[in-house]
């Protein structure tokens, strides 16, 4: 696949601030000349959006894991096949409000599930495909979780308990150890500022800036 665009995605527990902070990469890449796309998983697609619909919302019928699992990985492919690869081949940049990571933290560390499941589909789906640049932005779960909830209900996945978000946090750190080259960590307890300036810190590290 041609790949002259940059795929960077935004990764965290809720409400760390990846919306707030993806409007800001967006704000210093347009600056810089290039061409944003914005997009979210699960979402991004009307497909996606409908399954996004199924997985948040409410329901009397507990939804397994495995199918869980598979339905983020079904938004993922018709989100691949429709926005993601079509806007990298075109030259532009994609930032993605979560992705893979998020798959690996929520199902992989969340749920529990075998991880060696979720390399599978990751390579079925996505072929060679990486990020360029993955940024977590990492704070503790009461700190995130209240940010969350000053701002809207929770919804399915939201109302897991602590336990579940200190397991996914602890994926995502994982992740940032295990891809250096790919990922990186920053610390977003501290205020909106000092986030932003991390996050303009590691464009350059990584040299997408
Ligand atoms: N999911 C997703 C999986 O389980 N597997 C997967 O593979 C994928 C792709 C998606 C859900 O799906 C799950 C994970 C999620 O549970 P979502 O909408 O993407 O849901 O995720 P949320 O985390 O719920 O998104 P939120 O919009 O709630 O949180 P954000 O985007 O992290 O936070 P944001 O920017 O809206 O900020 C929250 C509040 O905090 C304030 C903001 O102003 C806002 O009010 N804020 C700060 N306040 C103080 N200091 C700062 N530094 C602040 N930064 C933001």
Redesign the pocket.
Known sequence: MKNDGKFITLE???????????LYLQELLTKSGQNCVLT???GGTNLGEAL?GL??SHSDENMSPDA?LLM?FAA?AEHLSKVIRPALENGQTVLC????E??Y???GG?RQLDVSKIRDLEQWVQGELRPDLTII?DAPVDI?RA??S???TP?R??QEKNDFFERVRQAYIDLSKQHPERICLID?????S??QKQIHEKLVEYEIL
């Open positions: 965290g527990i809720e409400g760390v601030g990846k919306t707030s902070n993806l979210r998983e699960p996004r997985l948040l869980e983020m993922r409000d979560r992705f893979t998020a798959t933290a929520y199902q969340g932005l995130g940010r969350a000053n701002r809207s919804d996945i939201e977003a307890s501290v205020k909106l000092a986030v």
